[in-house]
């Protein structure tokens, strides 16, 4: 239940102006709504309305199973050698140097993440040419192919050629295709719940608010959901 006097009280304690005040900045400054942080209203006023319950969380989960499975991953580093806008002589030139570069980073002992610092010219060198973890879909297919074909710790066997360069590539680790289990993914769940509520409840209290503000104010887009 929407409880104004409440509002008013809070508002002055919260905000450190009073409702008066509260309503005449929403009447005079187009802004003020659309940059206000709803949080303060939503958790006074709608308290009941925000709360999830654990049967709901339950039942979200098992309602969209898909949004809980994640698909096999690699995590690879890699030394790109860049041809775009080279001509054939430019693009041999730098076929020679990759080459050479897949020679040093086969050698027993080689640091992979040095030569990647030192000659890459992807902006992942700065990371020793760490890509962290990524799905099929997220790279190139020739990358990606490559990449998923080849075993945690190794090399790939090949120089692989993108419409980016060439690439050497060095695959660290992988992880199978799972489903998160509820455990894992409950607090996940409670707060896309808590958001969707939020939604619902932002747009009912700026209709309340903007009945008490005045004409001045319906007339303002509504704010976005508070984050």
Same mark, same amino acid.
């Given at each position: 239940?929407?409880?104004?006097?409440?509002?008013? *009280?809070?508002?002055?304690?919260?905000?450190? =102006?009073?409702?008066?005040q509260f309503v005449q900045r929403?009447?005079?400054?187009?802004?003020?709504?659309?940059?206000?942080?709803?949080?303060?209203?939503?958790?006074?006023?709608?308290?009941?309305?925000?709360?999830?319950?654990?049967?709901?969380?339950?039942?979200?989960?098992?309602?969209?199973?898909?949004?809980?499975?994640?698909?096999? *991953?690699?995590?690879?580093?890699? =030394?790109?050698?860049?041809?775009?806008?080279?001509?054939?002589?430019?693009?041999?030139?730098?076929?020679?140097? =990759?080459?050479?570069?897949?020679?040093?980073?086969?050698?027993?002992?080689?640091?992979?993440?040095?030569?990647?610092?030192?000659?890459?010219?992807?902006?992942?060198?700065?990371?020793?040419?760490?890509?962290?973890?990524?799905?099929?879909?997220?790279?190139?297919?020739?990358?990606?192919?490559?990449?998923?074909?080849?075993?945690?710790?190794?090399?790939?066997?090949?120089?692989?050629?993108?419409?980016?360069?060439?690439?050497?590539?060095?695959?660290?680790?992988?992880?199978?295709?799972?489903?998160?289990?509820?455990?894992?993914?409950?607090?996940?769940?409670?707060?896309?719940?808590?958001? *969707?509520?939020?939604?619902?409840?932002?747009?009912?209290?700026?209709?309340?608010?903007?009945?008490?503000?005045?004409?001045?104010?319906?007339?303002?887009?509504?704010?976005?959901?508070?984050?």
């Amino acid at each position: 239940k929407w409880d104004l006097e409440e509002f008013r *009280q809070q508002v002055q304690k919260q905000m450190n =102006i009073s409702y008066e005040q509260f309503v005449q900045r929403m009447k005079g400054d187009p802004d003020f709504l659309a940059d206000l942080r709803l949080s303060y209203v939503l958790e006074l006023n709608y308290k009941d309305q925000l709360k999830v319950s654990d049967q709901e969380v339950s039942q979200y989960y098992q309602d969209n199973p898909d949004k809980y499975k994640t698909p096999e *991953q690699v995590r690879a580093s890699h =030394i790109l050698l860049k041809t775009e806008g080279m001509d054939d002589a430019g693009k041999e030139a730098t076929k020679t140097k =990759i080459n050479k570069l897949m020679a040093d980073a086969q050698k027993p002992g080689a640091d992979f993440a040095a030569l990647a610092k030192a000659n890459s010219d992807c902006p992942s060198k700065a990371q020793g040419g760490d890509l962290n973890f990524f799905a099929k879909e997220r790279m190139v297919p020739p990358f990606s192919k490559a990449a998923f074909a080849t075993e945690a710790g190794q090399i790939h066997s090949e120089i692989v050629e993108t419409q980016f360069g060439y690439h050497i590539i060095k695959v660290t680790d992988k992880k199978e295709a799972r489903t998160i289990p509820f455990a894992e993914a409950k607090d996940g769940v409670r707060a896309t719940l808590v958001g *969707q509520k939020k939604s619902e409840s932002t747009k009912d209290c700026y209709e309340k608010l903007s009945a008490q503000a005045g004409d001045n104010v319906k007339r303002l887009e509504k704010p976005a959901m508070p984050g």
